[in-house]
């Protein structure tokens, strides 16, 4: 191995004490050079780029609570060197902070357009400059009224794919929050809604979060909920149900071909196994006209209790035969 070493080095000598290899060798070292010089005069020079920041408030006291939501972003178009924009790249984080302490005044929290650029300069550096702001203002509302725990109510319209079915109502994970106001609550106000929940053609259980919704001046903590919507396929069954006569007057016999028809249902997969569902048919003798003029007579369902959700009858009317006891 030294051996080899050894061997390269000395190819290595030769090529670089060639005449090829000396210009060679030179020419790297200016290429060198002219790079470096490039990205020194690259960082001296202004660049105008679009900065997306976020927004936080810092020392609030635990006492109060914010009613107005912080915007999502603030867009900011800032012009400054690139050294400036490399600096805040590597070591600072993209977040304007809002310190309480300095701006809060009766409830409310207030940043005119000038207060927003220093805090976008003091995050960015004191030598960049700041083209464009968006929002360039900042106005929000806090509360130290004590909250309200109220339940959650899920408003929800879900509609599944032909072959599956909602086993339960959508239900929220959490039963009830806490609303903070900036004044009483409303007399009516009694539980929290969600937002208007709408899915269709929905073929397996999944969450959704859902903001909730609070009258003006108020805000839900936590201001969403998760909600679990549980779908499963349907299994369709078929049993075979005796037809029961109906008020049959007691001189006659009413004779039912066929005697038994078929009940179809269909149950969730998991409710497959489930003892099987109660089912009462009947045949009623009081919907036939006088004149027996027609040879059937129509089947119903009078009880049908069970864990299925549709339910209906094979045929809706049998053959009948009316004898004299």
């Given amino acids: 191995m030294k051996i080899r070493l050894a061997a390269l080095r000395t190819r290595i000598h030769s090529a670089l004490s060639s005449r090829v290899g000396r210009n060679a060798l030179t020419f790297a070292v200016f290429v060198l050079i002219a790079s470096v010089l490039w990205v020194v005069m690259a960082l001296n020079e202004d660049r105008t780029i679009d900065v997306r920041a976020t927004v936080r408030v810092v020392n609030v006291p635990d006492s109060l609570k914010l009613i107005s939501y912080l915007p999502e972003d603030v867009s900011i178009s800032v012009r400054a060197t690139g050294n400036e924009l490399l600096t805040f790249s590597v070591s600072r984080k993209a977040e304007l902070l809002v310190d309480y302490k300095y701006y809060a005044r009766n409830g409310h929290i207030s940043l005119s357009s000038t207060e927003m650029r220093t805090l976008a300069r003091r995050m960015l550096g004191q030598g960049s ?25 899920v408003d929800a319209s879900v509609t599944t794919l032909p072959n599956c ?14 609303v903070y106001s900036l004044h009483p609550l409303p007399p009516d106000f009694m539980a929290v809604p969600t937002a208007h929940l709408v899915l269709t053609d929905v073929a397996k259980s999944q969450n959704a979060r859902v903001a909730l919704v609070t009258p003006p001046g108020a805000r839900a903590y936590p201001d969403s909920v998760m909600l679990g919507i549980n779908v499963e396929p349907m299994i369709s069954k078929r049993v075979q149900v005796p037809v029961r006569p109906l008020n049959v007057p007691s001189h006659l016999k009413m004779i039912l071909i066929p005697a038994k028809v078929s009940v179809n249902y269909t149950v969730p997969m998991s409710r497959f196994d489930d003892t099987q569902p109660v089912f009462d048919a009947v045949a009623d003798f009081n919907s036939l006209d006088g004149s027996f003029s027609s040879n059937r007579i129509k089947v119903e369902l009078q009880r049908a209790e069970g864990n299925f959700l549709e339910v209906y009858l094979s045929a809706d009317s049998i053959e009948y035969i009316i004898e004299q006891k």
């Fill in 165 to 178: 079915a909602l086993t339960r109502p959508v239900v929220s994970a959490l039963d009830s929050v806490l």
């Fill in 129 to 153: 400059q700041i083209q464009a702001m968006t929002p360039d203002t900042l106005s929000l509302w806090y509360t130290g009224r004590r909250p309200v725990r109220l339940p959650v109510r």
